[in-house]
């Protein structure tokens, strides 16, 4: 009787949730079957899988899923090597320290258009940029990063926005390592490598399995820090997945193709997000 109230008092939630997914979950998939372009709806027709062979037949397809690689692995090694490095480091008492791991976990709560606003104008300008200023200060030619370089561009601005939330895991984590193996392990001789290897490392096995999964996750959708800065270009050159939709159906309104787009994005996700649960579940049996 009590199994079944409580199922009663669940149902309203899990009911809601279910149609909160599965309903536009629907709508993308029955889209993507038919011919459904904003500028002439009278067009309509049934297409089947004709818009997914459009999608990952376009000029853009590839280069789009190669970037969308390139920036989530790279985002991925910076900020997990980078929050590693400075959570040790802050790790130990010094004076200061409350304010600076504050002041070092306050990018990550700055919104993604803001962020990527701050390095467009007051870092990358190329004329009155902070990296200008000192590329002319040093005498050498000021860079337009996001006309030559805009994929390593968008690496640099997602990675300083990311790299403190796996630096505010890895803080929290090192809280809870053993302090008397590490002062054994100093008395014993182990130097720092050895105590960051045997030690720090193991300790931080299941932290870095979970950074990993959620950044991840969250990488593959990167649309703000793109549209504000190169519009994914010049050409193709910081073109992902996701801004390739975006294309797709508020650019080209062409919402058939985009809906396809959309489908292919799900099942990619769906497939890291498999491997990464399996990854993580066989770190956390550990």
């Known amino acids: ?30 889209f993507s079957t038919i011919r459904y372009h904003l500028l002439y709806p009278e067009r309509e027709g049934f297409l089947g899988l004709g818009n997914y062979e459009f999608f990952w037949t376009d000029a853009a397809f590839w280069p789009a899923m190669l970037n969308t690689l390139i920036l989530v692995g790279s985002v991925l090694v910076i900020s997990v090597v ?29 919104m993604p258009t803001v962020n ?21 200060a040093f005498g ?30 890895f803080m929290t984590s090192l809280q809870s390592q053993d ?3 590490k002062e054994a392990a100093t008395l014993d001789g182990a130097g720092f490598w050895s105590q960051f290897y045997h030690l ?23 649309f703000a820090e793109i549209y504000v800065t190169t519009g994914g270009g010049p050409g193709f050159d910081s073109t992902n997945l996701a801004f ?12 058939g193709v985009a809906s396809a787009g959309g489908v292919i994005a799900i099942i990619l996700a769906n497939i890291v997000a498999f491997f990464l649960m399996r990854f993580v579940g066989k770190s956390l049996a550990v």
């Open 1 to 30: 009787m009590n199994k079944t109230i409580a199922r009663l008092l669940q149902a309203p939630s899990i009911i809601f949730l279910a149609l909160w997914m599965i309903v536009p979950l629907s709508m993308t998939l029955y």
């Open 244 to 255: 390739l939709i975006f294309s797709q159906a508020l650019l080209q309104f062409d919402v």
């Open 82 to 110: 980078l929050g590693l490095a400075i959570a040790i480091l802050v790790d130990k008492p010094f004076k200061g320290r409350g304010i600076c791991r504050i002041l070092l976990i306050s990018p990550f709560f700055i």
């Open 116 to 136: 990527a606003l701050v390095w467009k104008n007051m870092l990358m300008n190329p004329i009155y940029g902070l990296f200008a200023v000192v590329a002319t």
């Open 140 to 169: 050498a030619e000021p860079l337009d990063w996001l006309a030559h370089l805009p994929l390593l561009s968008i690496i640099m601005i997602v990675s300083w926005q990311w790299t403190p939330f796996a630096l505010l895991i």
């Open 200 to 222: 720090t490392l193991p300790h931080l096995a299941r932290p870095i399995a979970v950074v990993i999964l959620i950044q991840m996750i969250f990488h593959l959708s990167i």
């Open 179 to 181: 302090t008397e193996q």
